[in-house]
């Protein structure tokens, strides 16, 4: 559409804002004619993007935080709580004088005088070490509703465990309930439901999944399902595990059914009865799930003042061959080969009747391991991980230090960009989160049983923060600023609020609300990742309106970042409580 006819439109929008002669679906129906695509996920503005030329940069935010982050979750507290394992050995930070050092029955019982889990706060870059009890290696995690963190299973002594660290206490240490899962969830995914509730599915030798309310006393709910059977890679000889469908990608749809992605095959299922809805076509030309361990997410679902999603679709990028784990790691061979990654992605919309992959622009490199991250603005980073190998000691190499920019509605062929690279490997055991003030931390890699310090990929310890292109300086003048004091921090389903910004001039068709629900990350993949694009019906004053989800289908309740970006340049972002 000509750009004429679109300021006159825009201008055409602004009068009939002014004398309120239409209703708020009506101007939903008028932008979304106006801004073509929208409907399939296009653009999200009448007019072009800024541009800048920054490649983002990254900085040192801490030294040495002692503990590698094996899992990492963001919590609304502004704290970054990330743990690793007890059964391994010493981390490198032991605990403060004077805490009683736990007795680990992963050890004979004997006291375990280190860390294994800290709270970061991002804000000051200084951290207090947790009591982690039942080992929580390679475990699954959430937020609650109120924003307590719980964390799901691990292995030996804390295979059914769950582990609960409180908000609203900035003393809190976690709560552990021994044995009270339904099953052994070892590597295993959860995913938020529209109640608050997390589905947790799967884990090595475990085909099945279970509901956790979001409280300590629970009965079990749980349900077989086949399919992460089927879907698993038999294991050659005793103690040579190869399953490539652990840590699935899993997503709650907006009917309100569970996307569930393994090795190379998806279906979606019901989640209060098992009951499988529908099955996918194979993906084919690799395995996607731990250990080849490619990259998964949803895109941002963009909703309409009458609370329907405008676009369902989700992208698993890279992994590797089948067999890569079984000719690379030491319980299968001697001789190593490290086989090069998968460069691939593909892209599918499952709520569509004819839904099947469609082959996605090829990223730069390969990679496998990796984190594929939402950004404030609504893009998504690529970043961590490796070119060769996979998952597993000293299974990987040839670091892939290059973050990528993904803009997934850009045309063909310009939705990858190459970003400023790090000078740190973080490779297997590592994480990253995108934090409120639009950065994204980064922290983890230890790629050998125990924490090593010398030869090739040592443990690391410290931490990263990067500066995505939309952070550049220049851009400035250009970034909303919002007054959290005069913002609605307490969001309705299906009701109005508003969010007030002190700058720029804001001006309809330029602005995009996101809003972010911070995910459990471990092993590559951002469990319960979530960002919704709600309606903007009104902006007057530089007061935005704009209309909450509808239901806990398409928003589970708890805990948001909510931004504000004009022309992709987001402003820092403040939380809210959708509920």
Not at 48 to 57: A, D, I, K, L, S
Not at 241 to 246: A, F, G, K, R
Not at 455 to 466: A, I, K, M, Q
Request: charged fraction near 20%; glycine fraction near 8%.
């Amino acid at each position: 559409m000509p750009l004429v006819i679109q300021t006159y439109l825009i201008f055409l929008l602004h009068i009939l804002f002014a004398s309120s002669v239409l209703a708020a679906p009506d101007i939903v129906g008028l932008l979304t004619q106006d801004r073509g695509g929208l409907a399939d996920g296009g653009s999200d503005y009448a007019k072009p993007e800024v541009e800048t030329q920054f490649m983002g940069n990254w900085i040192i935010d801490n030294p040495n935080a002692g503990v590698a982050a094996m899992q990492l979750q963001l919590m609304p507290n502004d704290k970054v709580v990330w743990f690793d394992t007890t059964s391994l050995g010493p981390s490198g930070l032991k605990l403060p004088e004077g805490v009683l050092c736990p007795s680990n029955p992963d050890t004979k019982n004997e006291p375990d005088c280190y860390a294994h889990a800290i709270a970061y706060d991002w804000k000051t870059t200084k951290y207090r070490t947790l009591t982690l009890k039942g080992d929580a290696w390679c475990s699954s995690g959430n937020l609650w509703p109120n924003g307590n963190l719980m964390a799901t299973g691990g292995t030996l002594s804390g295979d059914r465990a769950i582990r609960v660290l409180a908000n609203d206490d900035p003393k809190a240490d976690f709560d552990t309930r021994i044995g009270v899962l339904a099953a052994v969830r070892w590597y295993s995914s959860n995913q938020v439901l529209p109640d608050g509730s997390a589905a947790v599915v799967g884990g090595r030798d475990s085909y099945s999944y279970e509901i956790v309310p979001p409280q300590m006393e629970f009965k079990h709910r749980k349900f077989d399902l086949p399919f992460l059977q089927q879907t698993t890679t038999p294991p050659l000889g005793p103690g040579r595990p190869v399953e490539n469908n652990l840590y699935p990608f899993l997503y709650l749809l907006p009917d309100g059914n569970l996307f569930l992605f393994a090795n190379n095959r998806a279906i979606s299922f019901t989640p209060q009865t098992g009951q499988v809805v529908r099955e996918y076509p194979e993906l084919k030309g690799g395995s996607r799930n731990y250990p080849p361990s490619g990259m998964s997410a949803l895109f941002p679902l963009k909703l309409t003042a009458d609370h329907k999603p405008l676009n369902t679709e989700i992208v698993i990028c890279g992994g590797n061959d089948p067999k890569a784990y079984e000719v690379v790691d030491a319980r299968h061979v001697h001789d190593k080969q490290f086989m090069t990654a998968l460069q691939d992605c593909h892209r599918i919309q499952p709520l569509n009747k004819d839904a099947t992959w469609v082959e996605e622009q090829k990223m730069p490199s390969p990679r496998t391991m990796g984190d594929l991250i939402h950004l404030a603005n609504g893009d998504l980073l690529m970043l961590n991980g490796a070119k060769g190998g996979t998952s597993g000691w000293e299974d990987a190499r040839d670091p892939n230090f290059v973050p990528l920019l993904y803009t997934p509605y850009k045309p063909m062929g310009k939705r990858f960009k190459e970003l400023a690279p790090t000078t740190i490997a973080r490779m297997y055991h590592s994480c990253s989160a995108l934090l409120p003030d639009t950065r994204v931390l980064v922290a983890g890699s230890n790629m050998h049983q125990f924490y090593t310090y010398t030869g090739d990929y040592p443990t690391e310890l410290r931490v990263e923060r990067f500066a995505p292109p939309y952070c550049d300086p220049a851009l400035d003048c250009a970034r909303p600023a919002i007054c959290p004091k005069a913002t609605d921090k307490v969001l309705k389903y299906g009701k109005p609020f508003k969010i007030t910004t002190i700058r720029p001039r804001l001006v309809l068709g330029e602005i995009k609300v996101t809003l972010l629900y911070p995910p459990f990350t471990t092993h590559g993949f951002s469990q319960s990742q979530r960002m919704l694009i709600p309606a903007i019906t009104n902006i007057e004053n530089n007061v935005i309106t704009a209309v909450a989800p509808g239901s806990g289908m398409l928003a589970p309740p708890g805990y948001y970042i909510l931004f504000v970006s004009r022309l992709g340049v987001p402003s820092s972002g403040i939380w809210v409580h959708i509920e």
